[in-house]
């Protein structure tokens, strides 16, 4: 029978001068994790020459409880201990366990020993060393390794090491952050998106959502080539990007597209868009955030199965496509979402809090929407869901694609602004009778401005 007593009390240990008998009195593994797990700081007085007989335990969790538990002795003595265990253990997590242990000792002899893991193959470790090193940044050996490493390969300590170089105020404030121009409010642009977006000021937008024209799937879309109209997209959401403002949501509602066969004898192409324009995205600074899929019912996908259906033979199988994406991006910042919430008032964001029951998975089931003029609206409801999520009351919504304009509907019935840019006149009236309805005791009533009028409007705009 073992005669460890398993410790249930943290704080109870540090008193416990039975800890190392019972340590040493066991092998059951459970046990011993039971009692390394309980110890809070070292009892005065403890040998840790049994944790470091530990460091040779066969079960890696045990490894790893001893090195952390060493580390509490804050004692520059075991460093080269400790170090030399992080060289050769072979299990990853308590190696990354060691070296994270080196760095909580917080003392400047271990900054040679840290220094060494900058080099190290595993991302992770490198982090570690890196958190355990930045205490000790005014260090002029250290400030150089952290220099040396700007050429890292992997994203997320350039991340790590451009948020600490930034001089960018991380707490401050930014007056402008929660407010947008009243010239922008409800305005409704009847022109060309490539020449309109030119005229907005930067970082005056909240949020984009948008679906933009299909790749030659209706007749108001005609592009040279595929490649041509990535490059179309690409240039408004560059744009998109210089507009919105710090840290703050772009909503993009994609789906694969078909070009249909010519004849019998040559075979539909699709195109995955979202998919080919993703890489191009974080390219132009928009950080991935979501994919959600919006989902709708069965009977409301165009029937690809007629053939299969028949013949039932493998590989002519298709797929009755149900639903699209709404892919969410967000303006790379080193901010917290946190920050962007700080700009505003207090009683502004108990106003925007969500409330009652909502979606918690990344499919939404929303079924499509119908427009007598319209072609490819998207429902209200899944602009609503976009605009509760990703905005606070008072905020300025942007849809380059407006449409009939669905996302300025939307927006206005939760008290945030929308500023729409859309080509075909006949959508631009039926945007403007569906949005003049709901505007009429609006503070800011709709505005549709050409763009040569929209340009004098903008005329010596600031940002804002
Ligand atoms: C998929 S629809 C958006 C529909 C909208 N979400 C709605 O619910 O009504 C895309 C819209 O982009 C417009 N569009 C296409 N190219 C444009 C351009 N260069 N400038 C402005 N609008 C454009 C089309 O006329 C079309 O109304």
Known sequence: MSTVKIIED????????????ELKATNDIRRIETALSSIGRLPKDFDVTLLISLLNHPSPNIRLLAVKNIGKAKN?????TISHYAKIETNTIARREAVSTLGRMRIAEAIPILIDFLKDN????????????????????VAFALNELNQ??????????????????????DKTHA???DLLKNVLVSGDVRETIKEIPDESIHLTFT????????????????????????????EVHRITKEGRFFVLNTSPVIIPRMSRSHSSKRYLIPFDIHPILTKIGWEFIEDIIWLKPDPSARNRNGGFFQHRKPLGYKANSVSEYVLVYRKQTDKLIDWNMNQYEQDIIEQSKVPGDYEKTNVWKIAPSNDKIHPA????????????????????????FGGSGTVGQAAQI?????????QENLYVERATELLSAQSLLNEFPLTVYGTEAFRELMKGQGQI
């Open 10 to 21: 943290a704080s109870s240990v540090s008193n416990d001068v039975g800890l190392y008998d």
């Open 76 to 80: 520059a003595e075991l460093l080269t």
């Open 179 to 181: 407010k947008s121009s």
């Open 414 to 422: 939760l008290n945030r602004y929308f500023l729409l840019t859309e």
């Open 377 to 400: 609206t998207f429902p209200r409801e899944l602009a609503a869901r976009v605009i509760k999520f990703y905005s606070i009351k008072g905020d300025l919504v942007f849809d380059p």
């Open 152 to 173: 890292h390969p992997n994203e997320i300590i350039q991340s790590v090491l451009s948020k600490e170089t930034t001089n960018k105020l991380r707490n401050g404030k």
């Open 211 to 238: 679906s933009p024209p299909y790749y030659n799937a209706r007749d108001y879309s005609l592009y040279k080539s595929y490649e041509n109209y990535l490059e179309f997209l690409v240039s408004i959401f560059k």
């Open 122 to 141: 595993d991302a992770k470790i490198v982090l570690q060393a890196i958190r355990a090193l930045l205490p000790f940044k005014a260090n002029p050996d």
